[in-house]
Nanobody
Framework: QVKLVESGGGLVQAGGSLRLSCAAS????????MGWFRQAPGKEREFVAA????????YYADSVKGRFTISRDMGKNMVYLQMNSLKPEDTAVYYC????????????????WGQGTQVTVSS
């Protein structure tokens, strides 16, 4: 099992930026794909971005492509989500997730989850 702890959420005005961090510990050697998901009130959890741990291959939801950037620091076991040009519709709880294989875009494919960090974008 991989323990994940998110940080960096907060309140920001539309057009602003935030950087989320995810610290991984435990069975980090088993991580293959690290992802960010978000869940707004009354909505299902949705895929945001993911990165494969070894190769650094990244992929994004269309709604955030060009605005968000996922990255990782292998030496520190950290994953980041740089969010620029934020919109009110980006408001949600953001979750970091990990899986021991290629995770794709489905939340059901990921095994380990953090507790989430709130991001609120005001108009």
């Amino acid at each position: 099992q991989v323990k994940l702890v998110e940080s960096g959420g907060g309140l920001v005005q539309a057009g602003g930026s935030l950087r989320l961090s995810c610290a991984a510990s435990g069975r980090t050697f088993s991580m293959y794909t690290m992802g960010w998901f978000r869940q707004a009130p009354g909505k299902e959890r949705e895929f945001v971005a993911a990165i494969t741990w070894i190769s650094g291959y990244t992929y994004y939801a269309d709604s955030v492509k060009g605005r968000f950037t996922i990255s990782r620091d292998m030496g520190k076991n950290m994953v980041y989500l740089q969010m620029n040009s934020l919109k009110p519709e980006d408001t949600a709880v953001y979750y970091c997730a990990a899986v021991e294989r290629y995770g794709g875009r489905s939340a059901e494919a990921f095994d380990d989850w953090g507790q989430g960090t709130q991001v609120t974008v005001s108009s």
